[in-house]
């Protein structure tokens, strides 16, 4: 079955970085768009990156373009977020995301809490 394991959130200072990496299985990586999504608290879950199967036309939201980086490894699986020059309001469980003939799936989530 599909599933996506995220980690490398954490507690940092406003200014610092943070990589996070989502490991997959259960499916072709390499042939489908991977996604980073983050919730805060009280707030609804939005889109934060996509990367395309190939890792090229990485898209973004506004609040981090700039900051942020979507990667993805597909000899391992793997996709990446890279985030540069943190702020408070970016605080909030990170997760994975991927949508497998039409049905999405969801890591467990990671804690990205930035704070001085």
């Known amino acids: 079955q599909v599933q996506l394991v995220e980690s490398g959130g954490g507690l940092v200072q406003p200014g610092e970085s943070l990589r996070l990496s989502c490991a997959a299985s259960g499916f072709t990586f390499s042939s489908l768009p991977m996604r980073w999504y983050r919730q805060a608290p009280g707030k609804e879950r939005e889109l934060v990156a996509t990367?395309?199967?190939?890792?090229?036309?990485?898209t973004y939201a506004g609040s981090v373009k700039g900051r942020f980086t979507i990667s993805r490894d597909n000899a391992k699986n793997t996709v990446y977020l890279q985030m540069n020059s943190l702020k408070p309001e970016d605080t909030a469980v990170y997760y994975c995301?991927?949508?497998?003939?039409?049905?999405?799936?969801w890591g467990q989530g990671t804690q990205v809490t930035v704070s001085s």
């Open positions: 990367i395309t199967a190939a890792g090229n036309s990485p």
């Open positions: 995301n991927v949508r497998v003939f039409y049905t999405d799936y």
